[in-house]
Nanobody, 116 residues
Framework: VQLQASGGGLVQPGGSLRLSCAAY????????RGWYRQAPGKQRELVARFTRLGDIDYADSVKGRFTLSRDNAKNMVYLQMNSLKPEDTAVYYC???????????WGQGTLVTVSS
């Protein structure tokens, strides 16, 4: 399995970006997939994920601003990010989970910079 993240870039505060994560290989659509991020000097943290039950978990810091979606036919997961803030600046990683809900594959990361 390979995951490829794209869509990062430089955006002004209040702006929007849409991240995409393509999955290649044997990907079970019912397993969890999502996005994490890692800011400089900080640990990697959950941004949003689909659980195996089909629910969506969002970090409190992004609720109401970010929207997670997926296209199972294309093995794609998207993260629409609106009302971006400087504190959203980070490298964003997409992943997929194993049957137990644990991350087992990661994409290469895409940098999001929110700055004026």
């Amino acid at each position: 399995v390979q995951l490829q993240a794209s869509g990062g870039g430089l955006v002004q505060p209040g702006g929007s970006l849409r991240l995409s994560c393509a999955a290649y290989g044997r990907v079970i659509s019912t397993y969890g997939r999502g996005w994490y991020r890692q800011a400089p000097g900080k640990q990697r943290e959950l941004v949003a994920r689909f659980t195996r039950l089909g629910d969506i978990d969002y970090a409190d810091s992004v609720k109401g601003r970010f929207t997670l979606s997926r296209d199972n036919a294309k093995n794609m997961v998207y993260l629409q990010m609106n009302s971006l803030k400087p504190e959203d600046t980070a490298v964003y990683y997409c992943n997929k989970e194993d049957p137990f809900g644990l991350p087992d594959y990661w994409g290469q990361g895409t940098l999001v910079t929110v700055s004026s």
